[in-house]
């Protein structure tokens, strides 16, 4: 069964902090709050957002404006936005929460680094959902730590009775989380001990090692897009899984700013 996909309507808000949590040493969760926030709409796992983030020194980022046709590009010589693509990690109502990986350089990782409550950031998105069919019978659902807040919302959203096997590729031992779930899952946490992020066959090693339960199921995986172009042959070409049960997304990629993972794979 494939999946089914729900738009909505783009809405540029403005937010504001409301809580910073460490949750490990690499990963600082930020929670959101603000009268903007009203008619959010993210149900599924995978549901992103483009968080905007102020330039130095100032208090408010620049927001993209909206026209008839989407995203109008700011005139040349002006400022532009800087953002960069988030998942949803929970949405309550008046509360958005978003996990960020604390890595040292770039917009998104030094405002983490630093966030406290009552600053402002914008949020635009999600443009729309992807919604999987949680009556399978198993889920092969992986990723490296940019994709653990949609592992966790999988794991919560898989109903009981269901056959999960879920990998999650972090650098120590230290950068696991307690994750919650009521199906049967299976969660194997894998560690890079060393070795840069974006350069291992780690989630590779471990799908293509495991033994698929029988029946309909259905694979999400995310990560490093280099790193997941073998795991989508794997999936495709050895375990025969038709397209409506697969779906690799290319997070990032080492030694690409703000990869648009909506571009064509050429693989």
């Known amino acids: 069964m494939p999946a089914t996909i729900v738009q909505y309507d783009l809405k540029p808000r403005l937010l504001q902090v409301r809580n910073v949590q ?17 008619g959010f709409q993210g149900p599924a796992p995978a549901d992103h957002v483009k968080v905007f983030f102020p330039a130095d020194g100032a208090d408010l980022p620049i927001m993209p404006t909206l026209g008839p046709n989407g995203l109008i590009p700011p005139p040349p010589g002006t400022p532009r936005p800087v ?60 990723g490296d730590e940019t994709a653990l807040p949609a592992v966790a919302r999988f794991l919560e959203q898989i109903p009981a009775g269901r056959r999960v096997l879920a990998y ?11 994750l919650t779930w009521n199906a049967d899952v299976t969660l194997t946490w894998l560690h890079r001990n060393g070795a840069e ?49 697969i779906d690799v997304d290319g997070y990032w990629k080492r030694g690409i700013q703000n990869l648009d993972h909506h571009a064509p794979d050429e693989d």
Request: proline residues 7%; negative net charge; without cysteine.
């Open 83 to 142: 953002f960069r693509d988030y998942t949803v990690r929970a949405h309550r109502p008046g509360e958005l929460e978003l996990d960020f990986v604390i890595h040292g350089e770039g917009p998104a990782s030094t405002w983490a680094a630093q966030a406290s409550e009552g600053q402002t950031v914008g949020v635009l998105g999600p443009r729309g959902s992807v919604l999987i069919p949680m009556d399978l019978d198993w889920y092969l659902i992986a």
């Open 168 to 178: 999650v590729e972090v650098a120590a031992a230290l950068e696991e989380q307690k």
């Open 22 to 38: 460490r949750i490990t040493p690499r990963m600082v969760r930020v929670t959101l709050g603000g009268d903007d926030l009203d």
């Open 197 to 245: 992020p974006g350069t291992t066959t780690l989630l590779l090693d471990a799908i293509t090692a495991t033994e698929l339960p029988p029946g309909d199921g259905f694979a999400w995986i995310a990560g490093e897009a280099t790193t997941l172009k073998p795991i989508r042959r794997h999936l495709r070409d050895d375990r025969a899984l038709s397209s409506n049960a």
